[in-house]
């Protein structure tokens, strides 16, 4: 039997990534896959209680990311590596991707503090695939104007998602073998057919 994987889907709000997140899951299940889908941050009890924090309480952008890390700790020892363990795949709705392109593009949190965190809270865990779901800001933007509450993050100018775009794109530039870029202004049929391409290679 192959090795479970481990995918996680990535993008600026408004890029449309729950909802091919979800397709995308469907179409691993109707193949037989065994997989769980969680999201980040979140994922156990103690992340979903951060999650209502970090969404709704301002804070230091560095206070910001410890508890995005923080979340993430008890995500990957609780339900992760135990999933991945069992053969069960996992795909995370974000990841530490999120934080570098968030909290480092976005926020300005140095990236060497954020490599610091990353290596301490999953050094030996990477996705095997991220998929970035990248779009212009205005596009995004536009689509997250029909939300009739946005989160602190979602209520964001536009600079700050032009950065968070700008990191992810960087981020994806540097490991071009674990990160693909979707290009989601394309029609949802367009991305599907890609995604199921992807579906097909795994
Ligand atoms: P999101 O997936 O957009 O939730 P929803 O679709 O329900 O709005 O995630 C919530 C926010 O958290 C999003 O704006 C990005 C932010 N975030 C970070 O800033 N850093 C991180 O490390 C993670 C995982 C998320």
Known sequence: MSKAKFITFEGVDGAGKSTHLEWFANALRQRGIDLLVTR??????????????????????????????????????????PALQRGTWVISD??????????????????????????????????????????????????LSNNVSLDRFEQEKGEFFERVRQAYLARAAKSPQRISVIRAEKTMHEVQQELANIVSSL
Not at 52 to 69: G, K, V
Not at 96 to 106: E, K, V
């Open 40 to 81: 980040e941050p979140g994922g156990t009890p103690l992340g979903e209680q951060l999650r209502e924090i970090l969404l709704n309480q301002s804070m230091h952008i560095e206070t910001e990311a410890m508890l995005m890390f923080a979340a993430r700790r008890e995500h990957v020892e609780q339900v992760i590596r």
């Open 94 to 143: 974000r990841f530490s991707d999120a934080s570098f392109a968030y909290q480092g593009g976005g926020r300005g949190v140095s990236l060497t503090k954020l490599e610091q965190l990353e290596q301490w809270v999953h050094g030996d865990l990477q996705p095997d695939l991220t998929l970035l779901f990248d779009i212009p800001i205005e596009v995004a933007r536009q689509r």
